[in-house]
């Protein structure tokens, strides 16, 4: 199994930036990809950025492909970041890191991935 905890959420005016980072636990070498998803209030969820075990592949979903990246570090615990920048207020959303099959991301089928974090609240005001 794999246990993913997210930190870094908040609250921030419009066009502030936050960091989000998703720390791994367990099984991590059965999950190539990790990353985020995002559900916005009434909105379905949807996914955001996710990288590669070897930082080789990354997806971001366009509507944030020009603010926000992703990156990671596999020192000790894998750690993935999830940068982002000139916040909106369509950015407000439950933000969660999950592990697994890439087309979770790629394909929009969260329903691929076993590994989910339990979500961090970012808010944009404007």
């Known amino acids: 199994q794999v246990q993913l905890a997210e930190s870094g959420g908040g609250s921030v005016q419009a066009g502030g930036s936050l960091r989000l980072s998703c720390v791994a636990s367990?099984?991590?070498?059965?999950?190539?990809?990790m990353g985020w998803f995002r559900q916005a209030p009434g909105k379905e969820r949807e996914p955001v950025a996710a990288?590669?075990?070897?930082?080789?592949?990354?997806?971001r979903a366009g509507s944030v492909k020009d603010r926000f990246s992703i990156s990671q570090d596999n020192s000790q615990q894998r750690t993935v970041y999830l940068y982002m920048n000139n916040l909106k207020p369509e950015d407000t959303a439950i933000y969660t890191c999950?592990?697994?099959?890439?087309?979770?991301?790629?394909?929009?089928?969260?329903?691929?991935?076993?590994?989910w974090g339990q979500g961090i609240l970012v808010t944009v005001s404007s």
């Open positions: 367990g099984d991590t070498a059965s999950r190539n990809y």
């Open positions: 999950a592990a697994g099959d890439p087309r979770g991301w790629t394909d929009s089928r969260p329903q691929v991935l076993d590994a």
């Open positions: 990288i590669s075990k070897s930082g080789g592949g990354t997806y």
